[in-house]
């Protein structure tokens, strides 16, 4: 067919094909991670995820029915397993290739104490076993678990996701995670405690809605062209609510320390989610720095 001349005024062919390509192909692409990267970041989601498992293992192993001994024994031996892995994780060369091989062997140990938890969790919700894990509990764990694996696994490929997507899967995840902890203190405070029980609840809202709004941006813009804006302002608010919570939490792990508040918190979970925090406000840091770079870059 004879191409059509353009009509003033009207769509051109060309035009409206263009409307038609996929938005994908206008993503940006995976960027290449260095050596130096490599080993730094690898390092630091080891020793931080590495305690972080210990300490899940310990927790489960409290929450269980003391009858239950199969299971005791069973975190027992995890909590073992990471403390032994998480000491290696001080011990090792500056070397790409003796950090490829401890990842492996993280994501190896990991995906096995994943397994275990979610098999946990099938077992809890079908009242096989009794105790005092409470499910969504036990899925957040198993969740953070994954998070750890899906992490070590990028760094393994020597890829780094494009920002925007990075930014968007972190803040999907983190958002959650800040969420459930406001209301996990809640549940976990007595109730005659009433305004910090009210202060956790109003946190856990709070979070629900940046999650909400994480999730709404993942729907428009994931694998999508840049939009910096929308994806820099998301990570802003979700820095300056973290950085609210992490003072609520530092504050309640001193009043729990000093046994000022009525509550059934192990300290240790306080310190725990008190630095799970903060490593999300790190990866904030991180994905931020990225994203300047990104945009002066881009000027040039
Ligand atoms: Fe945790
Ligand atoms: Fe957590």
Redesign the pocket.
Known sequence: MERQNAIPGHITEEQFNQMLISPESFGAKPESLSEQLFIERSLTENRFWLRIMKEHALFLGEGFNRKDTQHIQAADRFYHYFEQHERKSYQLANNVEVVRRFNEESIELVHGFRNFKRNLLILIINCKISGFNFPLLVD??AR?AEYFMRTLKKFNKGILEPIQDAIINENVFWLR?MME?SRFIASLLDQSERNLVNVSRKFGDDFETLLNQARDVESMLYHKQPTYPIIGKMNKDSENATTELQAFKKAGLELIKSCQIRNVINPLLADH?LR?AGHFLYMIKVLEDRLNQKKISEQR
């Open positions: 957040h764990i953070e995670i902890h989610v799970e």
